[in-house]
């Protein structure tokens, strides 16, 4: 039994391209990207970290509401979006905000999904993204539906969605790999495993030795990748996304990551499950610093370019939150008026009742 | 016209979309080449091919996401629950999901899903199978709840539950499907979603029902006639939202109503429909509105069915206490 065990384990070791010193470790799979590729990526990363602090003070001061913070998930998030096309679906978590933010989502407006505004689930024509799901699991037997559509219309496109490592318990993870290889549908599953769900670490959530073997059970592809290389995501999740538009079907992508800040800031104390020696561990294993040193030796990153993306971070942020501040105030009409495309006899009934109290 | 059974005008209605609409897809478990487990995908799959009516895995989770997906996607998908007993499965789908698209994304997505799915008493099915769970749908905001109870209605109703943009959940009595046939139109109809259909004119007194209880009220309707008392027989065939105006001018006319339903007391939607007759017409009531329902129970093994499940004496003893009141 033991031995069956171990040989499906030896099949899923860590992808990686580049260590921690920022060293090329696996030239052969180097992806093909250009200088100008190479620093833009940088650029998110950089962006969405300065991104993810002034979020943090922005909910301390009572400016944002609902955040799951993603410092640590930089290289997961954004170089496995950096692989996609604009027409892809992304299908994201609730912690899955910069990917649909670079896909096109006004920055502004997932603000106003933090806060709790119709308009943060307003998505732009044209921007293939749904609002971030809550309910765990639930995007990934959808992306399995929009994958095996896109299939059905013949489109080169692929439909990507995130769950995390507490999320790989679900049934509907199993049920959506499952089906979207019985329909050999144009998906792909992103497992960010950053080790904790809320305070319960991934040992706790399955004896499998990594998430990306339950692709095993589903009889599709599994990679694990090392979740804090941008360089190993987005070579992995390439390669996911050319054999799905191939007809090759969906893959399961495993990245060994981390979050160096709470699950959510809604009251949530990392220090009472992680211990200190562990979060330093992960910080050394930072994807910015990595990145950083390997564009410094290239001479495609400096501190004055650093400092650039930060100030214009700072300065999106701030005019993002500004125009999320002048949102209309919602009136129960307005979401009275998003439940049907024809109003039911109950909510015509109520939409005067309220149209007549917000008239007072 | 042709004289159709229940499921052949279901199939029918099924057929009629696939024809009109190509974006409409048909899938569920067994529905393909088999036909479906009460064939009413009968010979679909080979009409219109795989690629239109299709089997799935068994999961109605995994049924509902693919839905969902498809219908993001520009499909318009007719999914199959092979019983609604196995709703449980797919709740998060239909309730946390579909029913919410339109309004989480403020009006730029929606869910134009078709739910097909049997449930109904009176034919021994085993556990889980004929549960009559359409109270749990009613109370989620975002869903339309459609149930036949004629050959005409269920053609009908259908085609207005695939065309319509926002999720449909679509009852099918499992007794009802071949129990008779009626007339049914070849080609195309509509019937409104959230219209009730006066099965019976009365003057004495409103039996408003739905599904299998129809025909019961009906004959309860007939054999209350026989003692001098008017029944007039409201058929719901949209359960949510309510046809609140034809229940209304009814009680008005009647002064006295019962609500009868198959589903346990604290279940299905009677109680909802007593409270909008109090809220609307309690000047015009003669005597309280009372309700004829099955037992606080969980659904009684098949043996004891014919115990437990409300038949047209309960109706007719019922009627007789809000007329003598």
């Not at chain 1, 943060?120 to 539906?145: F, S, T, Y």
Request: hydrophobic content about 40%; charged content about 25%.
């Amino acid at each position: 039994m033991t031995k069956t065990i171990d040989a499906v384990q030896d099949q899923f070791e860590t992808f990686q391209i580049l260590s921690e010193d920022g060293e090329i470790v696996n030239e052969s799979a180097m992806p093909k990207l250009s200088d100008e590729q190479l620093q833009e990526l940088m650029r998110r990363m950089v962006y969405t970290r300065i991104w993810d602090q002034r979020a943090i003070s922005l909910n301390r001061q009572g400016r944002l509401g609902f955040y799951a913070p993603v410092a640590g998930q930089e290289a997961s998030m954004l170089g496995s979006h950096f692989a996609l096309d604009k027409e892809d679906w992304i299908l994201p978590g609730y912690r899955d905000i910069p990917q649909i933010v670079f896909h096109g989502f006004p920055l502004y407006q997932a603000f106003l999904w933090s806060r709790g505004h119709f308009q943060g689930g307003q998505i732009p024509e044209g921007v293939n993204v749904l609002m971030p799901q809550i309910i765990i699991g639930a995007q990934i037997i959808q992306a399995a539906g929009v994958g095996f559509g896109l299939k059905k219309q013949g489109k080169k496109n692929v439909c990507i969605t995130y769950t995390g490592d507490g999320g790989a318990s679900q049934g509907d993870f199993y049920e959506g790999l499952n089906f979207a290889g019985a329909y050999a549908a144009n998906a792909i599953f992103v497992v960010q495993n950053n080790r904790f769900a809320i305070s319960v670490p991934v040992e706790k959530q399955s004896a499998a030795k990594t998430i990306a073997q339950k692709a095993v059970a589903a009889g599709i592809e599994g990679i694990q990748v090392d979740g804090m290389d941008v360089l190993a995501v987005y070579a992995a999740t390439q390669q996911a996304r050319e054999r799905a538009i191939a007809g090759e079907g969906p893959t399961l992508i495993e990245t060994l990551t981390y979050r160096y800040g709470p699950h959510t800031m809604a009251g949530d104390d990392p220090t009472r499950y992680r211990t200190k020696d562990l979060d330093s561990e992960w910080e050394k294993k930072d994807p910015l610093v990595r990145f950083r040193k390997f564009l410094e030796k290239k001479n495609l990153w400096s501190e004055e370019q650093e400092n650039k993306v930060v100030e214009e971070a700072k300065e999106d942020i701030k005019a993002s939150i500004k125009k999320a501040d002048g949102a209309p105030k919602q009136k129960v009409t307005d979401l009275i008026n998003f439940m049907f495309e024809e109003l039911p006899y109950n909510l015509r009934e109520q939409l005067e009742q309220y149209t007549a109290k917000e008239s007072k | 016209m042709a004289q159709m059974t229940m499921i052949q005008a279901i199939t029918d209605a099924m057929r009629n979309e696939l024809k009109n609409n190509e974006n409409v897809l048909v899938f569920g478990e067994d529905v393909g080449q088999n036909g479906g487990v009460f064939r009413a995908t009968e010979g679909l799959q080979k009409e219109f091919g795989e690629d239109r009516v299709f089997d799935t895995p068994l999961a109605e989770s995994g049924i509902g996401g693919l839905a969902i997906g498809l219908g993001l996607t520009g499909f318009r998908p007719v999914m199959e629950i092979q019983f609604f007993g196995f709703v449980f499965e797919v709740f998060d789908s239909i309730a946390a999901q579909m029913a919410r698209m339109r309004y989480r994304s403020g009006g730029v997505y929606n869910s134009p899903v078709t739910i097909r799915s049997p449930f109904g008493g009176g034919v021994k099915t085993p556990e889980l199978h004929a549960d009559s769970l359409e109270g749990l749908m009613y109370q989620t905001p975002g869903i339309k709840v459609v149930i036949p109870s004629t050959p005409y209605d269920a053609k009908g109703l259908l085609i207005s539950a695939i065309r319509d943009n926002d999720p449909v959940v679509y009852l099918e009595h499992m007794k009802l499907y071949r129990s008779f046939r009626g007339e049914v139109p070849e080609e195309e109809y509509t019937i409104e979603l959230g219209k009730a259909d006066v099965k019976r004119e009365g003057k004495d007194v409103s039996i408003i029902t739905y599904g299998a209880m129809v025909h019961a009220s009906l004959k309860a309707a007939d054999e209350l006639e026989k003692d001098g008392i008017s029944a007039e027989v409201i058929d719901l065939r949209t359960i949510s939202p309510l046809d609140i105006d034809t229940i209304i001018a009814s009680v008005e006319k009647t002064g006295r109503a019962i609500v009868v339903q198959e589903a346990q007391k604290q279940a299905g939607i009677g109680a909802f429909v007593v409270a909008e007759i109090n809220d609307r017409a309690i000047l015009n009531l003669e005597a309280p509105v009372l309700r004829v329902t099955a037992p606080d129970t969980t659904f009684p093994y098949a043996s004891a069915e014919d115990v437990w499940i409300p038949d047209h004496r309960d109706i007719v003893d019922k009627a007789k206490k809000v007329y003598n009141f």
